[in-house]
């Protein structure tokens, strides 16, 4: 079946380091993967997919991802956190009747 | 500008009756959703429509009910049968179901039952 894993419920970085939050994937075919971000009391807004093709993916607000498919992750990343990148973030996978999964959140801490 | 609204944002029941959330969408996405969210616990889906007159069940159905009598709109019903329906509710479109297709979300309407 197909899931996602996002093992760290939080991430704390200071402001202006570099932030990685992790996802893993279990999937039977090729992935479609999608990273969210979500703020208090909001929906959850689009950061960035892979399909296929590049390794890594640029999507909003200076966000990326790593695509491994030896390790089955889809890591997100940025190279200088801002303190209002802080928010709630969710990786997604598509199983195979075109639901999104998603992962239990992490929530992301950046401090001044 | 094109987007999803829910309403309202905040909507308060008494145990026993069910309430309507209401969720309209002029994106022209044939795809539509609902999620629950709870803390700790992602995000959960309840129903999904791909197209005018047509949902099915998702993961967590049982105690609640909707309808797609038109693309635009896809309101879910929570009734009495739901057994913790206190949660924060999210709509979300799509253009059909092709994998690479994003889910566009709503603000999201938070339902405490008392």
């Known amino acids: 079946a197909q899931s996602v894993a996002q093992p760290e419920d939080q991430v704390n970085v200071a402001e202006g380091n570099p932030l990685t939050v992790k996802c893993t994937y279990s999937?039977?075919?090729?992935?479609?993967l999608f990273w969210y971000v979500q703020y208090p009391n909001r929906g959850l807004q689009f950061l960035l997919k892979?399909?296929?093709?590049?390794?890594l993916v640029k999507g909003s607000y200076g966000f990326e991802a790593e695509f491994n498919k030896s390790q089955t992750s889809f890591h997100l990343k940025k190279p200088s956190a801002l303190v209002s990148d802080s928010a709630l973030y969710f990786c997604?996978?598509?199983?195979?009747?075109?639901?999104?999964?998603f992962g239990q959140g992490t929530t992301l801490q950046v401090k001044p | 500008d094109g987007g999803i609204t829910q309403s309202p944002k905040y909507l308060f029941r008494k145990e026993g009756q069910n309430v309507t959330l209401s969720c309209e969408q002029n994106?022209?996405?044939?795809?539509m959703y609902w999620y629950r969210q709870d803390p700790g616990q992602g995000l959960r889906l309840i129903y999904y429509?791909?197209?005018?007159?047509?949902?099915q069940k998702g993961d967590i159905a049982e105690g609640y009910s909707v309808s797609r009598e038109k693309k635009e709109s896809f309101p879910l019903t929570v009734t009495s049968a739901q057994k913790n329906p206190t949660a924060f509710y999210l709509c979300?479109?799509?253009?059909?179901?092709?994998?690479?297709?994003?889910?566009?979300f709503g603000n999201g309407t938070r339902l405490t039952v008392t």
């Open positions: 979300a479109s799509s253009t059909g179901d092709r994998k690479n297709s994003p889910l566009h």
């Open positions: 999937v039977s075919g090729n992935p479609y």
């Open positions: 892979y399909i296929t093709g590049d390794n």
């Open positions: 997604a996978v598509r199983d195979n009747t075109g639901k999104l999964i």
């Open positions: 994106l022209n996405h044939d795809a």
């Open positions: 429509s791909q197209i005018v007159n047509d949902f």
